[in-house]
């Protein structure tokens, strides 16, 4: 067992609605949603054109339909979809579905268990009074994900084809480099440069997806890899800095101060206190 162990994520969880329907046929042309569309197919078998692409789709696959993006679905025959309209987020506004780029098409390795969930899912969600519902719920959501995750990850993570991205998508790529270059200095004028657009324009459409400017994200970043360096680690706060990009051990107290209202050496001392078994 790992003490030094840490995880920091902040889940945002938007649910429009969570519906079991059954057709007898099935003809849907060219529709978009505001929100990620996730469709088990527990029977039946269909044909599902997004991006200028045709899939055939059977029972216990799940079609995934980005926002704003069309999509057709066609079946001459009757079937069952558990279906789920929802939006999902993770720290600093990014869009759990962006960062993991999952194909349009996954098939379910656990496909009983993604049943048996959305079926409590379902019944939590017609029920408006019942205790904890919303927990219940959220909690259902994410073990959904995880099945599919980790149906995406036994399939060898399948990439999302180009024509269903969005300008978000683009803005992954942005974040990720933000991520892996978080020991050296990085500019506005570098980042927009991956883009190929002007500063800016690029702050602008940044903060029109996520709200907040590609600097302040890079500071969050920045923030979340020193507080898991000090909770995890005994390497120096001079050593820290290296790692995050920041001038020398004295400028990185300060600025750590100034974002948490404590110093490194308290909050590492703070986290250490609370990881002790009793």
């Given amino acids: 067992m790992n003490n030094n162990a840490s995880m920091k994520e902040q889940f945002g969880l938007s649910i429009v609605n969570i519906v079991r329907s059954s057709y007898t046929r099935l003809k849907i042309r060219d529709i978009k949603k505001n929100q990620w569309v996730l469709s088990h197919v527990v029977k039946g078998q269909l044909t599902m054109e997004t991006g200028g692409i045709s899939y055939n789709v059977r029972a216990g696959q799940v079609m995934v339909h980005p926002p704003h993006i069309e999509f057709s679905e066609y079946n001459p025959s009757s079937g069952i979809h558990q279906v789920l309209f929802l939006d999902v987020t993770l720290s600093e506004h990014l869009d759990l579905f962006r960062m993991y780029p999952i194909p349009p098409v996954i098939t379910l390795v656990d496909e009983a268990s993604f049943t048996r969930c959305f079926q409590e899912l379902n019944s939590y969600w017609n029920q408006p009074d019942k205790a904890f519902r919303n927990v219940y719920i959220g ?103 290296g790692e995050c990009g920041l001038v020398d051990a004295a400028y990185f107290a300060k600025w750590f101060k100034k974002q948490c209202r404590e110093t490194p050496g308290q909050y590492r001392t703070r986290m250490k206190i609370s990881k002790r078994m009793y």
Avoid at 155 to 169: I, V
Avoid at 180 to 187: E, Y
Wanted: glycine share 2%.
């Fill in 139 to 241: 909690a259902g959501i994410l073990e959904l994900i995880k099945l599919l995750l980790n149906s995406w990850e036994s399939d060898g993570f399948p990439s999302r084809p180009e024509q269903l991205n969005s300008t978000e998508d683009r803005f992954m790529e942005v974040i990720q480099y933000m991520q892996t270059h978080l020991r050296r200095k990085i500019s506005r004028e570098e980042l927009s440069s991956l883009l190929h657009l002007h500063p800016n324009y690029f702050d602008k459409l940044f903060y029109k997806h996520f709200h907040q400017t590609p600097m302040h994200m890079l500071r969050m970043l920045r923030l979340r890899k020193a507080q898991s360096l000090l909770e995890t680690s005994d390497i120096t706060l001079e050593q820290i800095a």
